[in-house]
């Protein structure tokens, strides 16, 4: 382990050193984010541990953010977890949308590298959903647990794309009021989660993850519109992979780049190094944040953030082009719109057209299925290919039958057609089993449902057939 953190020795005063030492040596502590889209984060502070003996201390720089320090081993199975009411994150990777001032009401995001999609959720709360937020991963095989999580979290105001993030800021000069890149990383956090283990890096592939992690945050300075913030993340410590490639971007930007303080996030400062052991950075890099294991009991990380003073001389090439038509989609007419709208009102009880107006939306009709699109995505991005957009919010069968999404996410806007399921078949229902014999379901066959538990939590939707409800729960 010493061998391990002998790099770093220099960085650190003897007593710092020490405190790292001992910090690395205990469990990393659980923590999660809480999905404000679905509930009030002191209602959820008052009610969770007390359901399931959790101790918790709030994570100081995101307010949402709790870090389990008794009692989590039941985190990723509890109902709230399975129905997306909260993320299962490292407190440290809660820092970077909390960087973010967010100084426009319906802010244009680009996350340029988000699968899994943990900040991505989070940066849609930040913004409430209201603006849109593209969510690109260059990985083909990283778009599934990226699309599920979105998904799961309740987000309609996100596009999924998966291209290289290197192409952004040709392809879209001067676009995004903000640019969140969480650079690919060796990893190097010196403090991790069972799960993840540490590996060794060579120097020959940390020089190549620099010049990569250069060339993508030079890529989001570029797409970035002029008095617009990127944050540049990584979870990794190696100076080489943080400073070095902030202190790159502001030599290649001497006077449209600026690292700015974030003071107001920390109560404890970790300032980032103003110098390596062997190069001395530009005098701004310190602005940036370090965190080390031992100041938050987090596992290490680092991020800077970055306003774009003026424009930037940037070559414009064309993005890939495939329009929703093209896609397979058909936008709903006011008349279809106003249609759908009714029937959730009359057997629902949920006011679409509230949040289409409040959310300024759009609807459009791929097969049998509708979708909602907010109406920035329609005006700045009509013709950019998309893995996915917006939230499937249910399907024109033989009425309009309300999906898992739109329910999970406004469920407490859904007043008709619910149906209370006794605790004790509360796990059966949960693992994928039909409800038999239900005896007092009060709806015709054919109705689908709202079932919930006993404590008003909502559990997925049903089919109401003869003699059993079909369980209608997304597969996991």
Known sequence: MSRHLDPYRPLLSLTDFAQLEAAIQRPLPPAIRVNTLKTNTDEARHKWPAWYGWQVEPVPFCATGWQIIGGGDNLSRTIEHRMGLYYIQDAASMLPAEMFTYDVARPLMLDMAASPGGKTTHLVCKTNDAGLILANDTSTGRIGALRSNLQAWGAIGTAITNFPGERFGNWFPETFDGVLLDAPCSGESLRTAERRKTRPVSAAERNQLHHRQVRLLISAFQALKPGGQVVYATCTLAPEEDEAVVDALLREFPHQAGVEAVDRLLPIPAPALSSDDEHTFDPQIPRAIRLWPHLYDTSGFFAALIRKRDNVSTQAHA????????????????????????????????????????????????????????ELYVERFPD??????????????????????????????????????????????????????????????????????????????GKVLNERVRNMLPKK
């Not at 929703?324 to 057209?353: C, I, K, N, P």
């Open 319 to 374: 993005a890939p082009r495939r329009s929703l038509a093209q896609a397979g989609f058909e936008r709903l007419t006011q008349q279809q719109q106003a249609h759908v709208a009714t029937q959730l009102l009359h057997e629902y009880g949920f006011d679409l057209s509230d949040v289409i107006n409040r959310q300024r939306l759009t609807l459009w009709q791929r097969r049998r299925f509708v979708y909602a699109i907010t």
């Open 384 to 461: 950019l290919s998309c893995a996915a957009i917006g939230m499937l919010i249910g399907e024109n069968t033989e009425g309009f039958v309300p999906s898992h999404d739109l329910v999970s996410r406004f469920d407490a806007q859904f007043s008709g057609r619910r149906y209370r399921l006794a605790d004790d078949r509360i796990d059966k229902w949960l693992a994928g089993y039909d409800l038999r014999q239900p005896g007092d379901v009060p709806y015709p066959t054919g109705t689908v449902i709202i079932v919930e538990d006993e404590k008003g939590r909502f559990v997925g939707r």
